[in-house]
Nanobody, 121 residues
Framework: QVQVVESGGGLVQAGGSLNLSCAAS????????MGWYRQAPGERRELVAS???????NYADSVQGRCTISRDNAKNTVYLQMDSLKPEDTAVYSC???????????????WGQGTQVTVSS
């Protein structure tokens, strides 16, 4: 139906950078908000950043100034540029997308499988 796939995670040293990508594909009429979440071991999943179809962004206080979310609507892809990474940023980062599959359909939230980000000290 709809697939959401993340990429770009990895192991970096504190102070380093990563750029995560998330591409949606399948039966897509339009995509409303897309977002990045993260979940560290033993913790709840939390919002990192989101972006609407018109480019309005929202960031968690913990990443404000260090992360930039963007999207390419032609590619149904959302990106998360992360700079000045800290060990506490270590988590599985997951992407979601509010997808409308037809003109008659209600938006539905689809999630990717997640990509691991590990920041060493």
């Amino acid at each position: 139906q709809v697939q959401v796939v993340e990429s770009g995670g990895g192991l970096v040293q504190a102070g380093g950078s990563l750029n995560l990508s998330c591409a949606a594909s399948g039966s897509i009429f339009s995509i409303n908000t897309m977002g990045w979440y993260r979940q560290a071991p033993g913790e709840r999943r939390e919002l990192v950043a989101s972006i609407t179809s018109r480019g309005i962004t929202n960031y968690a206080d913990s990443v404000q100034g260090r992360c930039t979310i963007s999207r390419d609507n032609a590619k149904n892809t959302v990106y998360l540029q992360m700079d000045s990474l800290k060990p506490e940023d270590t988590a599985v980062y997951s992407c979601n997308a509010f997808v409308v599959t037809s003109a008659q359909a209600e938006p539905y939230v689809y999630w990717g499988q997640g990509t691991q980000v590990t920041v060493s000290s």
